[in-house]
């Protein structure tokens, strides 16, 4: 057999690829302004992003992000650009959830194949807030993800960032394998660095007790929102687990400026992850003296775990 052929048997036909492939190098460039009275948008988008129809809810301004390639396998690159001008209000979501395929393109220099990349940059300008609440991310076996988040707050901007992740598909009895999922955020104040929290997680990690400890579900909320957070804010937080399974840690940065708000999710339940997640954010509308939020409209129906007071759109 020759040689080639011989490297070829090694890798199944899912994770091949052939030299000419096309890569998606897919952009996204959105800039809210309030007019009016209401937050509006202005943007575009390359393939295979696409904006989905926005919808307004008092001064908000919901906005769906489109993924018509159905997933990501490596190699591909995503970039969305957000920027907010002084007292807008924006949310930020996607209609489906995130797959990432198994890696291609590997190679004896590169053994693990290609990555495929997501990178978010946001500046949120003085009196506005950017909620930024995609569906979740699944990284199927050898999935290979490299996330980045970027976000500049300038002087009592806000931001409401939250991200879930599942690795591998558990209810086919599949794990990641030897894919890896890598996330790194940095939030800044000005000229200050708020959070910066680099992430990695992989097969081995995951069944360590430092690590997942055998979940396959990793979520975290960060909330800057220019509020100072006592103790019974926090335990409010904590409370608001309810009877959802997984194991949740609630934390605070204090800040001259305003806290900073860190919720951490390890369990075996995306839907979980994120009901304790909106549970949250309806506290923090509480807390700011606003209305209930507003489920996105192209979230799946899950009306059993809704928090008291929050509307589903």
Not at 45 to 68: D, W
Not at 104 to 121: D, F, I, K, N, Y
Not at 146 to 156: A, D, H, I, K, N
Not at 230 to 246: I, T, V
Request: charged content about 20%.
């Amino acid at each position: 057999m020759p040689r080639a052929d011989l490297r070829r048997s090694r890798i199944s036909p899912a994770e091949s690829t052939t030299v000419d492939r096309q890569y998606w190098q897919g952009n996204a460039s959105i800039r809210f302004h309030r007019s009016r009275g209401r937050t509006v948008h202005q943007g575009g988008c390359t393939a295979p992003l696409k904006l989905s129809r926005a919808v307004a809810h008092g001064n908000t301004c919901e906005l769906s992000l489109l993924h018509t390639a159905g997933g990501l396998v490596g190699g591909d690159v995503l970039h969305i650009d957000c920027r907010l001008a002084p007292h807008s209000r924006a949310l930020l979501t996607s209609v489906a959830a995130q797959k990432v395929y198994g890696s291609v393109g590997r190679s004896r220099l590169q053994p693990e194949g290609a990555w495929a990349r997501q990178r978010l940059t946001c500046q949120v300008e003085d009196g506005a807030w950017l909620s930024w609440f995609p569906q979740e991310t699944v990284v199927f076996s050898n999935g290979l993800l490299q996330q980045e988040q970027r976000v500049e707050l300038r002087g009592s901007g806000a931001w409401l960032g939250v991200e879930v992740v599942r690795l591998g598909r558990t209810a086919a009895d599949e794990t990641i394998g030897r894919g890896c999922w890598r996330s790194r955020l940095e939030l800044w104040r000005g000229q200050r660095l708020l959070l910066g929290d680099p992430m990695a997680l992989n097969g081995a990690s995951r069944q360590r007790l430092h690590g997942l400890a055998g979940q396959a579900v990793v979520g975290m909320l960060n909330w800057a929102g220019g509020l100072r957070l006592d103790a019974p804010a926090l335990d409010a937080c904590r409370q608001a687990r309810g009877d959802l399974s997984g194991e949740m840690e609630v934390g605070v940065i204090h800040d001259d400026e305003g806290d900073l708000l860190c919720c951490r999710y390890r369990g075996d339940s995306t839907q979980a992850a994120r009901c304790w997640f909106v549970r949250i954010w309806a506290l923090i509308h509480r807390w700011q003296g606003g209305p209930p939020p507003v489920l996105p409209r192209v979230w799946p129906l899950q009306d059993p775990l809704l928090p008291p007071g929050a509307i589903q759109a």
